[in-house]
């Protein structure tokens, strides 16, 4: 299929597709998938009015938890400032960071860090890709820092149950490590080869690319500078790690408060393969499924995914909601396909080609 006709038939096709993955990947919270063909072919795990009725006793730790979560938009903000390569202010950053939140959660696409990136660029005069830069060494910092704090959950008081993840533990620290290996990588030789290809005037494209990835990953070139930033980048993993641990702990799983870390390292990884269009099914399928492996029954795994979906979406769409308001954007203009999206978007090709300065 070629054209407009053609692309819009893709898109609905990849949307069809992902909202039957994400159906059947959140079933498996509440029931069990028959394939053997011997009776139905969905097993309830629970009795679902149980469920229901049971949901308000799970306040005593939901509001903590979406507390917990709301903290996670200052820490960023804090955070930022450590990867930028010139002093923002605390409630500039702190406003992007929300209104990316809020993009991310409330309106399809997943745009909250491309949004608050180019919104940056807009109001700093920083060249897009810097400040993409700058986002992205961020994430992953956090993903470090996680992989570090659910290393230490393996030798608190739940180590042995948790024994049943280091498979999937030493995998994610060899990602890591390598991902880490290859920023600091970019962030030392990609001017070096942009220099290079400027002197030998081959792939002016390529070149003005590294140029501006270069300084966008300048912090990765210190070794200082990346203890710092990684340091700050604990408290919006710690923040969540928390609120999970809590959940656990209130349904009644011994050490549960240190196996925060590994529910979050989970999602985290569930739902870092590129180009799976089912990110709220991966959600639950994941965290229900860590839940019961740690010992909670399948009604409080379920309660746990639900309710700590429900409010992590909550608490940061209504944080973000109230930086959106207080910057007088609209809602349209920051879907997928609204103006700040399209211009972002047009912004990224014209820093591809725009001359960059190389310095020698």
Request: hydrophobic share 50%; proline share 6%.
């Amino acid at each position: 299929m070629k054209g407009p006709a053609g692309r819009t038939y893709l898109k609905a096709l990849a949307v069809l597709v992902g909202v039957v993955l994400s159906a059947i990947l959140i079933s498996t919270a509440f029931f069990r998938w028959n394939l053997g063909g011997d009776g139905p072919l969905l097993i309830p795990r629970f009795s679902l009015g149980k469920f229901v009725h049971d949901l308000p006793g799970h306040l005593r730790w939901l509001i903590p938890f979406m507390l917990l979560s709301a903290s996670i938009i200052p820490f960023r903000a804090m955070q930022w400032q450590k990867t930028l390569g010139k002093p923002v202010p605390i409630r500039e950053r702190y406003h992007l960071v929300a209104i990316g939140a809020f993009t991310h959660n409330a309106l399809p696409g997943k745009l909250g860090d491309f949004i608050r990136s180019f919104l940056l660029s807009r109001t700093q005069r920083i060249p897009f890709l810097q400040s993409l830069g700058s986002v992205a060494v961020c994430k992953l910092l956090e993903f470090a820092a996680l992989m570090g704090l659910v290393a230490l959950s393996f030798v608190g008081p739940f180590g042995e149950t948790m024994a049943q993840f280091s498979g999937a533990l030493r995998a994610a620290v060899g990602v890591c490590v390598g991902l880490v290996v290859l920023v600091v990588l970019l962030a030392h030789y990609a001017l070096p080869l942009a220099r290079l290809l400027e002197r030998k005037k081959r792939l002016p494209r390529l070149q003005h690319l590294l140029g501006h990835v270069s300084e966008g990953l300048g912090t990765a070139r210190s070794f200082r500078g990346m203890a710092v930033a990684l340091l700050f980048s604990i408290p919006p993993v710690l923040a969540p790690a928390l609120g999970y641990g809590l959940g656990l702990h209130a349904l009644g799983i011994h050490g549960g408060v240190f196996a925060g870390t590994v529910i979050l390292g989970a999602i985290a990884l569930g739902q870092s393969f590129p180009g799976v269009p089912a990110g709220m099914g991966i959600y639950y399928f994941v965290t229900s499924w860590a839940a019961r492996n740690l010992g909670a029954s399948p009604e409080d795994a379920a309660a746990f995914a639900t309710l700590t979906h429900l409010g992590t979406v909550v608490s940061q769409v209504a944080v973000g909601a109230l930086s959106v308001r207080i910057r007088g954007i609209r809602l349209r203009d920051l879907r997928k396909g609204g103006s700040l999206a399209r211009e972002a978007a047009s912004h990224v090709a014209h820093e591809a080609v725009e001359p960059v300065h190389v310095p020698s």
